[in-house]
């Protein structure tokens, strides 16, 4: 097979560009592609994104990263858009999502229209998978890796705290940098996670396969949340893998220093769930 290459576009998003990276060997034929969902704080280029990206490209895959218009994070990777991170919602996200799955179907994004879509996402870009599925029939196949199984992330004195507040600021603890977070992402929230935003909801009437992956030494996202979560799951489209003793990363880091065993696993067993369901 070709080496891969990658090109770069932007698209036009809730709170400004929507920046995307694509990976394929070909680029003029009909082939089943990947859109590669980040989380809370992260960006197309996060740690394993642009990893496992690559070799999904080596295998045959369109690969999709990209950074949604509210992540904060420019061209750079760094996080110089403080204003759009803290306007972000769940919402505005998802319409993003919307968006570059359009713009992939339609062919603008320098590769064929594809023959079957498949989503992969971390942590928070694991509970958008599920939520775009449900609102997306052209999805073919589902993974989350350590997804939330909720939108709902705060307690009721958190937010009423955050309500007289307007706006928190939250520790970046890599960067150690606070990055800003209106109230109107908690209105978002409050509004619909009982609706489009309810995870929960959206995992009972999947129509797609979904492979759930999550470390049982999870520290960010509780395993004990993927198992409630898995518990709305229909057994017949539903695998779970969970990666005894990894962590909310699989044991790697950002910025990017190898890989580890566990995240071999999720790896190669994402791939094996997306070639089989995806053509």
């Given at each position: 097979m ?19 990276d ?23 280029d996060y ?20 950074s ?26 998802l319409?993003d ?11 603008r ?16 870009g ?38 007289e507040?307007?706006?928190?600021k939250i ?41 759930q ?13 993927a ?34 065993e ?5 790896f ?12």
């Open positions: 070709a080496t891969p290459t990658r090109t770069s576009h932007t698209l036009p998003g809730a709170l400004g560009e929507i920046l995307v694509v990976r394929a060997a070909s680029r003029d034929l009909a082939q089943p592609a990947v859109l590669l969902l980040h989380g809370f704080k992260g960006f197309k740690a394993f994104l642009p990893v496992y990206a690559e070799q999904l490209a080596r295998s045959g895959f369109v690969a999709i990263t990209a949604v218009s509210g992540s904060g994070v420019d061209s750079a990777g760094d996080f110089t858009l403080l204003e759009r991170f803290a306007s972000n919602t769940y919402s505005k996200e319409d999502l919307g968006v570059v799955i359009a713009a992939l179907q339609q062919g994004l320098g590769v064929a229209p594809p023959s079957s879509i498949g989503l992969v996402g971390h942590s928070r694991g509970g958008m998978a599920l939520l775009l599925a449900r609102e997306t029939p052209a999805v073919g196949a589902v993974v989350s890796w350590s997804a939330i199984g909720q939108v709902r992330r705060h307690s009721d004195e958190e937010l009423a705290v955050w309500k507040h307007g706006t928190i520790l970046h603890q890599r960067l150690r940098i606070h990055l800003p977070l209106h109230y109107t992402v908690v209105e978002d929230c409050l509004a619909h996670e009982h609706g489009r935003l309810s995870i929960p909801e959206a995992v009972r009437t999947l129509a797609q396969p979904w492979l992956v999550h470390g049982t030494a999870d520290g960010t996202v509780p395993v004990d949340e198992r409630t979560l898995a518990m709305h799951a229909q057994e017949a489209l539903t695998q779970q893998l969970l990666v005894e003793g990894a962590d909310h990363t699989f044991g790697t880091a950002h910025p990017w220093k190898g890989t580890s566990a995240m071999d696993e999720v190669n067993a994402t791939t094996r769930f997306l070639s089989r369901h995806l053509e």
